[in-house]
């Protein structure tokens, strides 16, 4: 009887019986998302029909403790918020602190803080590119990322003894002056990373299996991605000048000369192209504020205790390892803050990623998430 | 553009909807906004000033004065300057209208300061807890918040 009653099925009328929604999980605990991230996601056989990200797997609330402690506290708070680019969430913290208390840091703590901010972006965007590579099914690339990470953590390790979280940058200047050896160590790494960057791109940038999954993939427009507050490196893959070392220097970027690496694709092939180009640039950076460094203090002269004056507020935006990252500070005229709040770049660019995956394969998730960079602690706080 | 240049093209561009304009100490241009003017005034910004970037939207709790103010930050990429736009809500029923038709990510923006300040913002398509679990009952960011609320009730 249900024999008979098939054959009588015609094929199209299969078709519109229509099908169901398949809801997949997507961690929290998932090797390809970097962290405690969850993302449901909503599938017609293999296409994407829709990603919720579910956030809050690691809100710590730090800035709720950030208003129950000091503001030399608070620094090693800052430290967690991405502890993979620890130095300029420091930095961040230190400048928006110092501008509300009038505190001017010496030039040697500048470029200092620069040397170091550059050498953590670098750090950075090793571990990223190994970790991009991964993501796709290359896996030599991450071997190759770490074993240069390892020789910039030696130099932290060297300067503050610390190797992921640093407190290194403090307010009004650095916690320790760089060993004598520092210079000519941080040199020659420089002169052998260099040519480093070119070999990570043989391996990656025009391999076939890598443009295939990341060439024309998640493209993001200019418009888009303005609107939704993409920002670093991800936004210069879609052709929009947006760093803020060049819109709105801070430290001595108006005193080094480097270019803004710009790609005009919008797919995840651009987002990777832009951080190479990028690790090129920080070399350049380093080497002119090596050169410009002159002894000096490392410190500024400070009261015992800090206090920002009252009513006192200040937004301060950098340009950490994964894009615009903004910190305001709200001073009440006690030792603590009494508001903190830390713009994080990868929560703004995890809130493009619904759109951009949408009528996409489920693999091509793992593409687009990773080119974005994301760091969930700094998603979640 | 210098902070007088943006405070005076601010007063004559929106006469009458800004409260007031003021250069903080800190060298930051302030604008402080009306309840019934907010979305006109930062539809203004964004189309006729070429603030095209929310950098950043937050909220600051004074329990003394009983008021919570929302604080966004725009960055123009045309013209490179920065504004703060503040507006004032009341404490016990804080109500403001929502800016995610103008720029798409005051949608999170909002969720975390929904979540972490109980600011219904009217108008928002999505309106959910983004940081604390679904059932939790408090607002962690206000002042008055007591450790107690961590511990949820079964239902």
Same mark, same amino acid.
């Given at each position: 009887?249900?024999?008979?009653?098939?054959?009588?099925?015609?094929?199209?009328?299969?078709?519109?019986?229509?099908?169901?929604?398949?809801?997949?999980?997507?961690?929290?605990? %998932?090797?390809?998302? %970097?962290?405690?991230?969850?993302?449901?996601?909503?599938?017609?056989?293999?296409?994407?029909?829709?990603?919720?990200?579910?956030?809050?797997?690691? %809100?710590?609330?730090?800035? &709720?403790?950030?208003?129950?402690?000091? !503001?030399?506290?608070?620094?090693?708070?800052?430290?967690?918020?991405?502890?993979?680019?620890?130095?300029?969430?420091?930095?961040?913290?230190?400048?928006?602190?110092?501008?509300?208390?009038?505190?001017?840091?010496?030039?040697?703590?500048?470029?200092?803080?620069?040397?170091?901010?550059?050498?953590?972006?670098?750090?950075?965007?090793?571990?990223?590119?190994?970790?991009?590579?991964?993501?796709?099914?290359?896996?030599?690339?991450?071997?190759?990322?770490?074993?240069?990470?390892?020789?910039?953590?030696?130099?932290?390790?060297?300067?503050?003894?610390?190797?992921?979280? !640093?407190?290194?940058?403090?307010?009004?200047?650095?916690?320790?002056?760089?060993?004598?050896?520092?210079?000519?160590?941080?040199?020659?790494?420089?002169?052998?990373?260099?040519?480093?960057?070119?070999?990570?791109?043989?391996?990656?940038?025009? *391999?076939?299996?890598?443009?295939?999954?990341?060439?024309?993939?998640?493209?993001?427009?200019?418009?888009?991605?303005?609107?939704?507050?993409?920002?670093?490196?991800?936004?210069?893959?879609?052709?929009?000048?947006?760093?803020?070392?060049?819109?709105?220097?801070?430290?001595?970027?108006?005193?080094?000369?480097?270019?803004?690496?710009?790609?005009?694709?919008?797919?995840?092939?651009?987002? !990777?192209?832009?951080?190479? *180009?990028?690790?090129?640039?920080?070399?350049?950076?380093?080497?002119?504020?090596?050169?410009?460094?002159?002894?000096?203090?490392?410190?500024? &002269?400070?009261?015992?205790?800090?206090?920002?004056?009252?009513?006192?507020?200040? !937004?301060?935006?950098?340009?950490?390892?994964?894009?615009?990252?903004?910190?305001?500070?709200?001073?009440?005229?006690?030792?603590?803050?009494?508001?903190?709040?830390?713009?994080?770049?990868?929560?703004? *660019?995890?809130?493009?990623?619904?759109?951009?995956?949408?009528?996409?394969?489920?693999?091509?998730?793992?593409?687009?998430?990773?080119?974005?960079?994301?760091?969930?602690?700094?998603?979640?706080? | +553009?210098? /902070?007088?240049?943006?405070?005076?093209?601010?007063?004559?561009?929106? @006469?009458?909807?800004?409260?007031?304009?003021?250069?903080?100490? @800190?060298?930051?241009?302030?604008?402080?906004?009306?309840?019934?003017?907010?979305?006109?005034?930062?539809?203004?910004?964004?189309?006729? @000033?070429?603030?095209?970037?929310?950098?950043?939207?937050?909220?600051?709790?004074?329990?003394?004065?009983?008021?919570?103010?929302?604080?966004?930050?725009?960055? =123009?990429?045309?013209?490179?300057?920065?504004?703060?736009?503040?507006?004032?809500?009341?404490?016990?029923?804080?109500?403001?209208?929502?800016?995610?038709?103008?720029?798409?990510?005051? /949608?999170?923006?909002?969720?975390?300061?929904?979540?972490?300040?109980?600011?219904?913002?009217?108008?928002? =398509?999505?309106?959910?807890?983004? +940081? +604390?679990?679904?059932?939790?009952?408090?607002?962690?960011?206000?002042?008055?918040?007591?450790?107690?609320?961590?511990?949820?009730?079964?239902?």
């Amino acid at each position: 009887m249900t024999d008979l009653l098939l054959s009588r099925v015609k094929a199209d009328d299969l078709s519109r019986l229509g099908t169901d929604d398949y809801v997949v999980n997507m961690g929290p605990q %998932h090797p390809a998302t %970097h962290g405690v991230l969850r993302l449901v996601v909503k599938l017609d056989g293999e296409t994407v029909k829709q990603t919720t990200p579910v956030l809050g797997y690691l %809100h710590r609330s730090i800035e &709720k403790i950030c208003e129950n402690r000091t !503001y030399p506290q608070c620094i090693t708070y800052t430290d967690r918020v991405d502890y993979v680019s620890a130095m300029s969430v420091n930095l961040a913290f230190a400048l928006a602190a110092e501008r509300l208390m009038g505190i001017e840091a010496p030039a040697r703590a500048q470029w200092l803080r620069m040397i170091f901010v550059e050498l953590q972006r670098l750090a950075s965007h090793l571990l990223w590119m190994g970790a991009f590579g991964g993501d796709l099914g290359a896996l030599t690339p991450f071997l190759y990322g770490l074993r240069e990470r390892e020789r910039i953590l030696d130099l932290f390790e060297m300067t503050c003894g610390q190797r992921l979280t !640093y407190n290194y940058i403090r307010i009004g200047g650095v916690m320790i002056d760089i060993l004598p050896e520092f210079v000519p160590r941080c040199r020659s790494f420089l002169d052998y990373f260099e040519p480093k960057v070119d070999e990570y791109e043989d391996l990656l940038t025009y *391999n076939p299996i890598f443009l295939e999954r990341t060439k024309g993939v998640g493209v993001l427009t200019a418009e888009e991605g303005i609107n939704c507050g993409v920002s670093g490196p991800s936004l210069r893959g879609s052709g929009v000048p947006c760093d803020v070392r060049k819109q709105q220097p801070y430290l001595f970027y108006d005193q080094v000369k480097f270019n803004e690496p710009l790609e005009q694709g919008g797919d995840c092939w651009s987002r !990777y192209k832009v951080r190479m *180009n990028e690790m090129r640039e920080s070399v350049s950076i380093i080497r002119q504020c090596l050169d410009k460094l002159e002894p000096g203090p490392f410190e500024a &002269k400070m009261p015992p205790i800090l206090k920002a004056p009252p009513a006192s507020e200040f !937004y301060s935006r950098i340009e950490s390892s994964r894009g615009e990252m903004g910190i305001y500070l709200v001073g009440d005229g006690t030792p603590k803050p009494w508001k903190a709040k830390f713009r994080c770049a990868s929560f703004n *660019n995890l809130y493009v990623l619904d759109a951009l995956t949408r009528g996409w394969k489920v693999a091509d998730i793992m593409a687009v998430l990773g080119s974005f960079d994301m760091i969930v602690p700094e998603v979640d706080r | +553009m210098t /902070n007088d240049e943006i405070k005076s093209r601010i007063e004559t561009d929106f @006469q009458g909807e800004v409260l007031s304009v003021v250069i903080s100490a @800190q060298k930051e241009v302030i604008v402080i906004a009306k309840q019934d003017s907010y979305i006109t005034l930062c539809q203004g910004f964004k189309d006729r @000033q070429g603030y095209d970037h929310l950098s950043s939207l937050t909220a600051v709790d004074y329990p003394k004065e009983n008021k919570i103010t929302i604080v966004c930050h725009f960055w =123009s990429y045309k013209n490179l300057s920065q504004i703060t736009v503040k507006l004032d809500t009341p404490r016990d029923n804080p109500r403001v209208p929502t800016l995610e038709n103008i720029w798409k990510s005051a /949608n999170w923006f909002e969720r975390e300061v929904y979540d972490l300040y109980g600011v219904i913002f009217e108008g928002h =398509s999505d309106l959910r807890r983004i +940081m +604390m679990p679904d059932d939790y009952l408090k607002h962690p960011l206000r002042k008055d918040f007591t450790d107690d609320g961590f511990i949820v009730k079964p239902s």
